[in-house]
């Protein structure tokens, strides 16, 4: 046997625990490379998992505005929706200019329901009207005020406002508008 390798065992023979504190020192050297070497890795990944996580908790402190926003932009729909007007429901669609002419006191001459165009949109239709009203320069500005801020949605495509011949005080209102129907 090689005279080193014998004296080495007998080193080992002497002082046992020694020789295994050793080796347990040395196993645990490499078993802290390792790991040192994995801490980087691990490092990252928890980076990105804590953005993540941030992220989470931001859209769940948002989440209930969301939903309140969901819900106003719902109920909007709806009172549009309960406004629309109906192309075949004529007494009703005349009723609303009528109930108009009562608030404002200002006599309606003539109101037609015209044929509606072809819809360019799947959801709504523009149903067209032609009225034609009188009275003083108050009641017809709150006829007009009425049917602008009125519950259905209107568009004044076009009006002519003359004086009457008999009294100068007295108007003529030409109106022709669109209101928002259903399809």
Known sequence: MNPQLANALALVRRYPFSVVCAVITILMAVATYYLWDIQDEQELAYQEVSK????????????????????????????IEDNLVIEASLADNKWYFYKIEEQTKARLLDLNQNPAPPSDSSFYRRIPFSVRLTGTYEQIVGFILSVETGPRLANITSFSLNRREKDGSTLILDLNLELLGKK
């Open 52 to 79: 993540q996580g941030a992220a989470m908790l931001d859209l769940l402190k948002g989440g209930s505005t969301q939903r309140q926003e969901l819900a106003l932009v719902r109920d909007a729909a709806r009172r």
